[in-house]
């Protein structure tokens, strides 16, 4: 027996996703002809992002995410990344809406954590709100991306 509460082992879980994101990134590649790109950065702590979308009646049918930093804004640009791919732009800026909520420590619905998925792992970065601008960096230009006129 492990000795470890339930909340123990779910905080465990989410570190375990982090980490695997950080260390396997999903969807990096870049894509040969993206629609829409952006370049964004955290100039207190340096972390960087590129994201590169295409996009088909209002479907991403691409996406990459690469770039350098910390541990949590480069595991969240590929949680972000893994999913949105298949999305319909009204779905990932209602995903948008929900992560922002949920690092706000906002209650968010049972529904809105599936709708989420993995993502919920970045939850616990709230209790350090210096970071939580490193989970949002990708969330908040892949909505000023799919928001540009």
């Not at 992560?99 to 619905?109: L, Q, Y």
């Amino acid at each position: 027996m492990s000795g470890l509460s339930g909340s123990d082992d779910l905080n465990g879980m989410y570190e375990d996703i982090i980490l695997d994101h950080y260390r396997n990134p999903r969807n990096t590649s870049s894509l040969s002809k993206p629609d829409l790109e952006l370049d964004v950065n955290n100039p207190f702590c340096g972390d960087e992002l590129k994201i590169q979308l295409n996009i088909k009646d209002d479907t991403i049918t691409g996406v990459s995410v690469s770039g350098q930093g910390c541990a949590i804004s480069q595991s969240s640009g590929s949680l972000l990344a893994e999913r949105i791919q298949d999305s319909s732009t009204d779905t990932v800026i209602h995903v948008i809406e929900k992560v922002r909520k949920m690092m706000k420590d906002e209650p968010i619905s049972d529904d809105d954590l599936d709708l989420i998925g993995d993502i919920e792992a970045l939850q616990g970065v709230k209790k350090f709100p210096v970071r939580i601008k490193c989970a949002l960096l990708g969330w908040s230009a892949l909505e000023d991306l799919i928001k540009k006129p």
